[in-house]
């Protein structure tokens, strides 16, 4: 049962971004730019009871136009109606999301021991209202992961969504690795052996440590063109940049595989306190891979503790995320709000 519905907003001014109003119908809540009639609701579970008399209202559309306003919208709401009620159908250019594994990981309101198959149904709902939400042109970045006594969510989670989505792209978040200094050889700056990131050790004869996650990237044609050298790699050898035309920029792009490791912190309940979070830094090069220049609206269905909302502040994009509870969305927004502030 999600916690009472609410709502909060964060506005950053000067951004890459402004936005158009893209309400329909009338309504008693505001959401253009000028006019917005709410900061913070408190209207039950049912977002409808906020806007009696009509469905269509309050569908909106952030729009990051150079010069101008980004809006950040925080909905603590389940995502399902919040999405198909709140955000205009094909406005979103970006998901990157992480929903629940059902690997029976203890969050706060939401239950992950529901069966399989209840799981995967839902899966296959969710998604199908996302993809209303997106624009032709849009991508979903999905990162998921699993536990070695249960290796098969992802690619069950992969599978239900193949009627749905063509799956354009496979990247694999490597939160730690280790390099051994003799298979690099003689290699620049790589003078000895290499153990970086974090994971979580597995104390087990027949299992090795989980030190990576799935990020799939689901699009509606299979043929969407993306910005790889906007988190691309420098080549090591200066060479291949004057020998090759596309090696122009100094970069080359960087691959499907993607260290990205979690901050060091001294307390996981102050500073992390939620059970299943990612790095702001993999919704920031999912947003970048797809293209700045192509993106006004990022949407998070399963925002948690709102790292894509952090990844937005930094990058000056619009931002649309839900969460059903009321201490990840507190955190969510608070997080958020500090980092707007700090700009
Ligand atoms: C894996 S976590 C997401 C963590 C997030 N990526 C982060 O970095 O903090 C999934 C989140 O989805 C939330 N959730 C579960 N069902 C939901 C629903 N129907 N609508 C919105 N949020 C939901 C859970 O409470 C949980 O916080």
């Not at 995502?79 to 198909?84: A, D, K, L």
């Not at 792209?169 to 620049?188: C, F, L, P, Q, T």
């Not at 970069?251 to 702001?280: D, M």
Request: proline fraction near 6%.
């Amino acid at each position: 049962m999600p916690d009472a519905f609410r709502h909060e907003t964060i506005r950053i001014e000067g951004g890459s971004g402004a936005i158009s109003d893209a309400r329909i119908g009338e309504s008693n809540l505001r959401f253009g730019q000028l006019d917005f009639g709410f900061d913070k609701l408190d209207l039950g579970a049912d977002v409808k009871e906020a806007n009696p008399g009509s469905d269509e209202c309050n569908l909106r559309s952030a729009r990051s136009n150079p010069g101008s306003e980004v809006v950040l919208d925080f909905y603590l709401e389940d995502c399902i109606p919040g999405i198909r009620k709140l955000v205009e159908p094909g406005s979103v250019d970006v998901v990157v999301t992480s929903p629940p594994y059902n690997l029976g990981i203890e969050y706060g309101a939401y239950d992950d021991t529901v069966a399989r198959d209840e799981y995967l149904a839902w899966t296959v709902k969710w998604a199908g209202v996302v993809k209303d939400a997106m624009s032709d042109g849009g991508s979903l970045f999905l990162n998921i992961g699993s536990k070695p006594t249960d290796p098969w969510v992802p690619f069950e989670v992969a599978e239900v969504l193949r009627p749905i989505f063509r799956l354009q792209n496979v990247i694999h978040w490597v939160k730690s690795i280790a390099i051994a200094k003799e298979d690099v050889g003689d290699y620049g700056t790589i003078v000895s052996d290499v153990a970086i990131g974090h994971y979580k050790p597995i104390n087990s004869r027949r299992f090795v440590n989980d030190c990576h996650e799935y990020i799939f990237h689901f699009t509606k044609s299979g043929d969407v063109s993306l910005d790889r050298l906007a988190i691309g790699v420098p080549y090591q050898d200066e060479s291949n940049v004057k020998r090759w035309k596309a090696a122009k920029e100094g970069l080359r792009c960087r691959g499907n595989t993607w260290f990205i490791p979690y901050e060091t912190i001294q307390s996981r309940v102050k500073e992390r306190p939620h059970p299943a979070t990612f790095p702001p830094r993999l919704p920031e090069m999912c947003i970048q891979l797809h293209g700045l220049d192509k993106v006004n609206i990022v949407l998070d269905p399963f925002m948690g503790l709102g790292n894509t909302a952090i990844a937005c502040v930094r990058l000056g994009v619009g931002f649309t995320g839900f969460e059903i509870d009321g201490v990840y969305f507190d955190e969510a927004y608070r997080r958020a709000k500090s980092e707007a502030d700090a700009k």
